[in-house]
């Protein structure tokens, strides 16, 4: 497979089977296809659908409403994080949150859990139903641009009080008012000698609203299992906080 083929510029991820081969239906593309990115008949364009590998495809018909391609090779990616790191973010407003997702997805976050606490400005978890068609699109056009072959997943939104720690995971809580708590870089790091020549278990991450976690929040969660970090003696904004923690943990422990 000619090197250039696999610099096609437009990836796209598509819940659907790949085979080299056959040819696939790229009618959910198509308007994106012709309209945004004017693409013509035997463009080549790469696919993933997840299973770790990118496929290249031909563009063999391509109207507004109607696409198909033929694959033509595949070879294995190595973008998709090797951790499992879940972000139970409490809801930010909407730009931040969004920002967010999107960051969190290039990162290399595999979950993302929207959370609503004491202090969330948009309430209550119901309310944020309208928001996932949104952010679903969002979590899927940054899997295509940072090259992963699968998009995180986003939960339901719930109520803090209602957290708990899915089983085997190490659940972090980052908290601006933490005293005598190791910062969150050491704490991973001791995660990871735990796991010793095992991968690490599955990694949780609790990141505040603007309006920061109250005592209460954090006495609770820590009493079920979660471990209060700091990130330093500056006061991060969540979303800075949020993408800073992610960074540090796939840095330790991917
Ligand atoms: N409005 C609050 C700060 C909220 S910061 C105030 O001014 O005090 C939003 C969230 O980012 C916090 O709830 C916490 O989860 C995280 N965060 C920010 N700075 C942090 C720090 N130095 N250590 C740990 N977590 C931090």
């Known amino acids: 497979m000619k090197d250039a083929a696999w610099t096609a510029r437009h990836r796209f991820f598509l819940d659907a089977p790949l085979r080299v081969g056959d040819a696939c239906c790229l009618d959910p593309l198509a308007h994106q296809l012709v309209a945004v990115l004017r693409l013509a008949l035997q463009d080549t364009v790469v696919l993933v659908n997840g299973d770790g ?51 969190g997805t290039e990162l290399g976050v595999s979950r993302f859990a929207p959370v609503v606490s004491r202090r969330s400005v948009v309430r209550p978890a119901a309310a944020l139903r309208t928001k996932y068609a949104r ?11 940072c090259g992963r072959t699968r998009p995180p997943m986003l939960d339901e939104a719930s109520e803090w ?14 908290w601006e008012a933490a005293e005598d708590a190791p910062s969150l870089g050491d704490a991973a ?34 009493a079920h299992g979660w471990q209060v970090v700091t990130l330093g003696p500056r006061i991060l904004r969540a979303e800075t906080a949020a993408l800073a923690s992610i960074a540090v943990l796939m840095e330790r422990c991917e």
């Open 189 to 222: 790091a001791a995660v990871m000698t735990a796991a010793g020549a095992q991968p690490p278990p599955p990694l949780a991450l609790l990141v505040g609203p603007e309006g920061g976690l109250t005592h209460d929040e954090v006495n609770h969660l820590a």
């Open 135 to 145: 952010w679903r699109a969002i979590l899927r056009e940054a899997t295509e641009q």
């Open 53 to 103: 590998f990118e496929y290249c495809a031909i563009l063999t018909t391509l109207t507004v409403r109607q696409a198909s391609g033929q694959i033509t090779a595949m070879r294995p990616v190595h973008t998709d994080p090797r951790i499992h790191l879940t972000l139970y973010q409490c809801t930010l407003k909407q730009d931040k949150f969004e920002w967010v997702l999107q960051k």
């Open 161 to 174: 009080s209602e957290l708990s720690l899915p089983p085997g995971a190490h659940g972090f809580i980052a």
